[in-house]
């Protein structure tokens, strides 16, 4: 087997579990906004219904953000694969650091975009 089809085939294996870690973890950031703000985010459970002067309603918001997030999460193969040719012995110690950094900065950004983008708009 070539050295680039190894490379790939580890990164799957190591990668992809931990993607439902990531989710998880990112559906615990967005539940703790839920429950610590309540009842201020109780309009957008209605995830079918779509609000007067919106044209979209917030379960196809919360899949295109879970899209993104997980798109994001695939840009790790972009590092590894490469590092894993490069460093072999050294990457498959140290790269829990990129998803762990990786991680961070989604939870980071949802934060954000909940704090900012989402928070003030719901229940208007």
């Known amino acids: 087997m070539s050295e680039w089809k190894q490379a790939v085939l580890d990164a799957l294996r190591y990668w992809e579990p931990r993607r439902l870690l990531y989710n998880g973890l990112l559906a615990l950031v967005a539940l703790g906004w839920l429950f610590l703000t309540w009842p201020h985010f109780r309009p957008a459970l209605d995830l079918l219904r779509v609000p007067p002067g919106e044209q979209h309603s917030a379960l ?65």
């Not at 999460?73 to 140290?94: E, G």
């Not at 998803?99 to 229940?123: K, M, Q, R, S």
């Open 60 to 124: 196809l918001l919360l899949t295109v953000l879970a899209l993104l997030a997980n798109a994001c999460y695939t840009a790790a193969y972009l590092v590894d694969i490469p590092a894993r040719i490069s460093f072999s012995v050294f990457w498959k110690r140290w790269r829990w650091v990129l998803w762990l950094a990786g991680t961070a900065l989604a939870v980071l950004f949802e934060n954000y975009w909940i704090a900012d983008e989402i928070y003030p708009f719901v229940g208007h």
